[in-house]
């Protein structure tokens, strides 16, 4: 009877809790709105430099990772590719040969970022395929080369227009070749968009005159979930002397603490909106408790222990926050899947500025549980804070007083 | 040759006092008051507003402590007990009945009429049957899925005065328990608890202004300055 009474104090004054859980579960949609936008840019941003620039592991020869030179690419073991494929959880390996070049088209040259790609297993890194915007799909021979569409942009050439490349090659090498753009590409990450030049694997190796070389081979894995375990895999597959393992984010510290800055300004705003809703939830448990001091008087009098008087008021309060979260969660859960599968693409205006930052112009969502859970926990434990007044106040209320006062 | 049986005396009062500090000058409510309610009185204890009937009242009832002397209610002394002893001893021994707002408004009638023997953790059936023999008892047998805001106000009280009887106390105290009535509904309150006190020897003790409750007491207890000015059996 005790739990029913409580699920009945909750309605006894309707429109008062109808408002109280509008106000928390428009707190909860709110906040589960903006935490999955923060958490899926994040997610996308991650996405797009990892899968694209580096895999979420990478071997590289040892100190590849602080001097990103042609000098540093290493000869890869004959079996070091199907071993690492083997591993549980991996779902390619994919070799690379990277490094810089002058990208010159008549009188225009810009530095550009030249990837050795082999262009069946890059399907699994940046597929590149799925990103040519111009030109037919993958056609790249040792003639031909795509290229980012800021780049071409820059360069003010087209499908067709013949771009040379000159560089240093493998220890000193002179590099230099003419290649015909057969195709345009365009990624999330601006930064790739405006300096990549793609070829094959061979072509890159024979323009940096780095016969079998590599500068890594990036391990693509089923689910980032993964990572560690694979890690500790490779660990033990390398010769750990002359290789290094690295997972993506000892490789760009850089994505992580920008992450950090950004989820902790989102993290205040969101502290921001719960003290307004706290005062609000805070005002309810008030009410609650104000308006029935006569009755709680009576309660203790007539022999009610003050543990069980706290316990229906608190099971009020739980449940309170329980149907608040619940909608929450109903209206927040079909909102936040349609972002999900319809992200906002920010218009030209927009666009140019986020680009300037490296950043894609484009809204994300995303539909981790934790993207709720945390809402949940979060209302929860405004609910248990807050309703300590009202459990502070029964324990310290004198029946007699009660009383009187509530008359 | 005639034998007098001694009635047994439920509630004792030794020299009692109540001294309140709420200002700068302390305020004394009850000085020294000795006494004796038998099992089966029908008291009202009449003053003057601030006379101390209240505080008498609530001291009794062991919800509040006396500044000095000792309260006895049966064979317990209640003014040295603990208060999580003295919520367990209000429950068991003692029916309270107070001026408005007695009942749990969520309730019904037989829920409220069952609750306190939920807090006695009477067993369902017990709970059930007590709770329709009582109402029936009062003539609300047709109520009881009803809340106390579709009752009258002389309905609500009468749903008060069984809750209180439902936990089977050893007397029942009731604080001006027909302030809020009008004179049909007081009627037929007052009728229903002296029958209850004549049919099942129930102790009823108010604190009351309502000369019609006066009327039907059969020991009136006068307090005036927190003393007793006069005791009249009738």
Known sequence: MLLKLAWRNIWRNKRRTIITIVSIAFAVILSSLMRSMQLGS???????????????????????????????AFTPPSNLQKKVEGIANVEAAVPRLESFALASYQTKTKGALVIGIDPQKEAAL?????????????????????IGTGLAEYLKLSVGDT??????????????????????????????????????????QYFFGAEQLLTALAVVTEHPKHVSSIEASLLQEVDTTALEVM?????????????????????????????????GMFGTFLMMTTERLYEFGVLLSIGMRRYKLQLIVFAEIIMLAMIAVLVGFALSIPLISYFYHHPISLSDTYKEAFEKFGIEAVYVFSLEPIVFTSQAWVVFFMALVLGIYPLYKIWKLDPVNAMREGR | METTVAKKIVIKTENIAKTYHESKIPVQALKDVDLEIEEGEFTAIVGPSGSGKTTLLNIIGGLDKPSKGKIIIGDTDISNLKESQLIDFRLHHIGFVFQQYNL?????????????????????????????K?????????????????????????????????????????????????????GNLLDMMARMNREE??????STHDQRVIDKARRVVTLEDGMIKYDEVR
């Not at chain 1, 002179?174 to 793609?198: D, I, R, S, W």
């Open chain 1, 42 to 72: 994040y997610e996308r941003m991650v996405d797009n430099s990892v899968r694209f620039l580096t895999g979420y592991l990478q071997i590289h020869k040892k100190g590849y990772w602080d001097e990103q030179v042609i000098d540093n």
């Open chain 1, 126 to 146: 940046t597929n590149v395929e799925d990103k040519i915007v111009q030109g037919k799909p993958f056609e790249i021979d040792e003639k031909h080369v795509l």
């Open chain 1, 163 to 204: 771009i040379v490349l000159i560089s240093q090659g493998y220890h000193g090498a002179n590099a230099a070749g003419k290649y015909a753009v057969c195709g345009l590409v365009q990624f999330g990450l601006p930064q790739l968009t405006n300096q990549a030049v793609f070829m094959p694997l061979p072509s890159a």
């Open chain 1, 247 to 279: 997972n993506w984010r000892i490789m760009m510290p850089e994505l992580i603490q920008g992450i950090e800055v950004d989820n902790i300004s989102g993290i205040i705003m969101l502290m921001l909106l719960y003290v307004v809703i706290g005062f």
């Open chain 2, 104 to 132: 749990i408004p969520v309730l019904t009638a037989k829920e409220n009429v069952e609750f306190i023997m939920l807090l006695q953790k009477k067993s369902e059936k017990e709970m059930e049957e007590r709770a329709m």
């Open chain 2, 134 to 186: 009582l109402l029936k008892e009062v003539g609300l047998e047709d109520k009881a899925k009803v809340r106390p805001s579709e009752l009258s106000g002389g309905q609500q009280q009468r749903v008060a005065v069984i809750r209180a009887l439902a936990s089977r106390p050893k007397f029942i105290l009731a604080d001006e328990p027909t302030a809020n009535l009008d004179s049909a509904s007081a």
């Open chain 2, 201 to 206: 020897n129930m102790t009823f003790i108010f």
